[in-house]
């Protein structure tokens, strides 16, 4: 179903266990390859819908110096907005309960910017999901952060664990794109590439 995809040697540059996770679930041959040190900046001015999407392509622009002719790379990068605000990745357990506290009771967005990349052509994509999450208590914050210790994870959670689980009110969109890859949209995007 993905035959034009032969072609290519497709290269995942993520240290995400989910996304390799999600990327395997499409049945496609891929490799890792995390290029070290890449800092995640965007500008100020930047809106928080394009944060994801700009640092996608970063990604990919850091690793096309290792990229031959048969590559086809695939980056990205997960933000969740609140309150018109990003947030990314907690520093630690003070930030992580800030922002779980900040999420608790609301409607919030996670986008997820894809890149594909090969020495010819890009094509960078967004998709967004709404997730509501209900009122959650300072215990069931701080014992998901010392049971989970979330600090890789946008948002300060994985809605495929525990906080997921019993915090999740409602959820429109790809469930998938919470998780860190919309499988849906880039199975759409690589038959076309």
């Known amino acids: 179903m993905l035959e034009n995809l032969k072609q290519y040697n497709i290269i995942l540059a993520s240290n995400s266990p989910r996304r390799k996770e999600l990327l395997a679930g ?31 392509a970063q990604k990919a ?15 990205a990068d997960t933000v ?19 922002m779980l506290q900040t999420l608790s009771g609301k409607t919030h967005q996670v986008i997820t910017g894809v890149c594909l990349t090969s020495r010819e052509k890009q094509t960078v994509f967004s998709v967004s999901t ?10 069931e914050i701080n014992y998901y ?31 998938f794109n919470v998780m860190g890859l919309p499988v849906q949209r880039l199975y759409c995007e690589l038959q076309r590439f």
């Open 26 to 56: 499409l049945g496609i041959d891929f490799d890792i390859r995390v290029q070290p040190g890449i800092k995640e900046q965007y500008p100020e001015e930047l809106s928080v819908e394009k944060i994801p999407a700009f640092l996608a």
């Open 61 to 75: 622009e850091a690793n096309k110096h290792s990229m031959n002719d048969k590559d086809l790379l695939i980056t």
């Open 80 to 98: 969740v907005v609140c309150d018109g605000k990003a947030l990314g990745k907690p520093q630690n357990e003070t930030d992580a309960a800030a």
């Open 130 to 139: 709404d997730v509501t999450f209900r009122s959650l208590t300072n215990e």
């Open 145 to 175: 952060i010392s049971k989970f210790k979330p600090y890789d994870k946008a948002g300060a959670y994985g809605i495929q664990e525990w906080i997921g689980y019993i915090g999740v009110e409602s959820i429109y969109g790809s469930f």
